[in-house]
């Protein structure tokens, strides 16, 4: 599986952004897909994951402002992120594991795509 993440760009804070992630292959619809983030300096950390069953995860800091829908008809997971804060700003990556190993662990994924930039100003 390959994933191609975009939709990343400057908004200001309060402002929304929606990030897309298509994944190629034959399977998508039996793949937990996750979001996270990193920012210089820093660790790269769980945003958010939706699992094949719909059930859906978030870290706290972006809970009641980001979603996390999928669409498995064309293998697309996408991340709404409303009410954006500067602490918001980070390069955000999409990723992707069959099943549900785990939900907030990097290590649990085995697909990963390119980063996308979000930058949010004050």
């Known amino acids: 599986v390959q994933l191609q993440a975009s939709g990343g760009g400057l908004v200001q804070s309060g402002g929304s952004l929606r990030l897309s992630c298509v994944a190629s292959?034959?399977?998508?619809?039996?793949?937990?897909m996750g979001w996270f983030r990193q920012t210089p300096g820093k660790e790269r950390e769980f945003v958010a994951a939706?699992?094949?069953?719909?059930?859906?995860y978030y870290t706290d800091s972006v809970e009641g402002r980001f979603t996390i829908p999928r669409d498995n008809a064309k293998k697309t997971v996408y991340l709404q992120m409303n009410s954006l804060k500067p602490e918001d700003t980070a390069v955000y990556y999409c990723?992707?594991?069959?099943?549900?190993?785990?939900?907030?662990?990097?290590?649990?994924?085995?697909?990963w795509g390119q980063g996308t930039l979000v930058t949010v100003s004050s």
């Open positions: 292959g034959r399977t998508f619809i039996d793949h937990t």
């Open positions: 990723a992707g594991q069959r099943g549900v190993r785990g939900i907030r662990n990097e290590n649990d994924y085995a697909y």
């Open positions: 939706i699992t094949w069953r719909r059930n859906t």
